[in-house]
């Protein structure tokens, strides 16, 4: 059964899902890049291509979401950590993204929309106004720029109200990125409880391990990492420059540069949701 590390992009997803790979997939929690491929995102572009959907047709995609979770499920037994960005929703009122059948819970990653407008605008190479036009939008958005699997993201808070609604039935887990950076052990440890719980699991906690798996996956670290060997996950230039994708995390504050019409615009578009977060 699946469990979906759901959020908008830019939001620390990426964060968690090295935490979890590190702790799960390794003996000692010292991560390396090449662990993320354990935590794929979905869409998966070669799980489509297995069911021998046609991949130019938008609507066959999104109308074998749940037979692609289906083949997913089928493979492995166990418990599995997926990525998504997609919301929890249907596809044109008519394909749903996930079910119950196929999905045992999400944990979803938020991050203050002030900061995540700035992050997106750094790696899509957009404007602020037109990363603040996308953050309001109802969008499908690409997976990667390698395909065309429809992601559709929505706008920053339907995307965030949408994986409440598993909530009611105990099988969500919120989690800010802000705490995940400042209260890493906490946090992290929460997460693994929330694992356990439904993986109706008894592997233990191991508190060395967690350690290790914070260690190695600071943002420091990833950011030499990826300065190093570069990172897969990076998005490239017209001009053929690669963009850092670890750029400022935690030191990427909207209070320091972010214009005040666009703040302002921000907080009052997504007033609800900032204020049930504690954004505002």
Known sequence: MIIWLASYPKSGNTM??????????????????????????????????ELGIDLSKK????????????????KKDSLQFWKTHNAFCKFENKYDFTDLENTSGAIYIVRDPRNVIMSYSNHY?????????????????????????????????????????LKKLDKYLLVKYEDLVKNTENVFENVLNFIKKLSKSEFEINRSKIKKSIETTSFERLKK????????????????????????????KWEKSLEKS????????????????GYL
Not at 264 to 276: A, C, L, P, Q, T
Request: hydrophobic fraction near 40%; avoid cysteine.
């Open 225 to 252: 990492l990826e300065n190093e060997f570069g990172f897969s996950e990076a998005k490239t230039k017209k001009n053929g420059d690669k963009i850092n994708f670890f750029n400022l995390g935690p030191d990427n």
């Open 16 to 49: 968690l899902r090295a935490l979890l790979t590190s702790y799960f997939f390794t003996k000692d929690g010292n991560f390396n890049f090449d662990l993320l491929r354990m935590i794929d995102q979905f869409p998966n572009i070669k799980i489509f291509k």
């Open 262 to 277: 666009i703040k302002d615009e921000v907080e009052i578009v997504f007033s609800r949701e900032m204020k049930e977060l």
């Open 59 to 74: 609507s066959e995609v999104e109308k074998n979401y749940i037979e692609a979770q289906k083949i997913i499920n089928k």
């Open 125 to 165: 190479q957009r404007t602020l106004i037109e990363s603040l036009n996308d953050l309001k939008s109802n969008i499908a958005i690409k997976q990667t720029i390698n395909d065309n699997l429809p992601v559709l993201l929505g706008s920053w808070n339907f995307n965030y109200n949408s994986w409440k609604q």
